[in-house]
T-cell receptor, first 114, second 109 residues
Framework: NAGVTQTPKFQVLKTGQSMTLQCAQD?????MYWYRQDPGMGLRLIYY???????DKGEVPNGYNVSRLNKREFSLRLESAAPSQTSVYFC?????????????FGPGTRLTVT | EDKVVQSPLSLVVHEGDTVTLNCSYE??????LLWYKQEKKAPTFLFMLTSSGIEKKSGRLSSILDKKELFSILNITATQTGDSAIYLCGGTSYGKLTFGQGTILTVHP
């Protein structure tokens, strides 16, 4: 099992450029998440998908869009990158239902917007 | 909106000290409280707590949840330099997990 994988690992964008961060999990989890992490800010939830076919805004959704392509894949799109979006992005997945489960994280994508 | 607050935000101790990290939460339809340790990469899972008053232990780390007062603590005894990390707690409701801002723990030799 690869767990949660993310691509790319690093990316540098110019202001105004667009890009998509890819995330996939092979654990058959129904919930998937995108977080950003900035110094002193912990993990802030951008968007999440509680189950295939649904997506919901988290704490900091502005400037981002997401697609739950299927049960395995959850992508995050920056349509017009801004320097304020410079951050480390983590994708995560978890099984949800009658019993609670831990959340598994991908290795992260370090994004710099100049 | 769900909210999780951790304290202190940072802590500096010496090896052998005992530390207590705090996590308070306001989460609609709360289901569980998760603790993670983060070094220079992705967070790694420590504990999941769903019931009040039942302590979970793993070596020198332990944690407990109080669902009446809406908080959890993480204790680390006999700290070591390898315990230096960011400690994150998060509260879950159906399908959603909200984290606090983390506590940065630094353990000096």
């Amino acid at each position: 099992n690869a767990g949660v994988t993310q691509t790319p690992k690093f990316q540098v964008l110019k202001t105004g450029q667009s890009m998509t961060l890819q995330c996939a999990q092979d654990m058959n989890h129904n919930s998937m998440y995108w977080y950003r992490q900035d110094p002193g800010m912990g993990l802030r939830l951008i968007y999440y998908s509680a189950s295939e076919g649904t997506t919901d805004k988290g704490e900091v959704p502005n400037g981002y869009n997401v697609s739950r392509l299927n049960k395995r894949e959850f992508s995050l799109r920056l349509e017009s990158a801004a320097p304020s979006q410079t951050s480390v992005y983590f994708c995560a997945s978890r099984n949800t239902g009658l019993v609670e489960h831990e959340q598994y994280f991908g290795p992260g994508t370090r994004l710099t917007v100049t | 909106e769900d909210k999780v607050v951790q304290s202190p935000l940072s802590l500096v101790v010496h090896e052998g000290d005992t530390v207590t990290l705090n996590c308070s939460y306001e989460v609609t339809n709360f289901r569980s409280l998760l603790w993670y340790k983060q070094e220079k990469k992705a967070p790694t899972f420590l504990f999941m707590l769903t019931s009040s008053g039942i302590e979970k232990k793993s070596g020198r780390l332990s944690s407990i949840l109080d669902k009446k007062e809406l908080f959890s603590i993480l204790n680390i005894t006999a700290t070591q330099t390898g315990d230096s990390a960011i400690y994150l707690c998060g509260g879950t409701s159906y399908g959603k997990l909200t984290f606090g801002q983390g506590t940065i723990l630094t353990v000096h030799p």
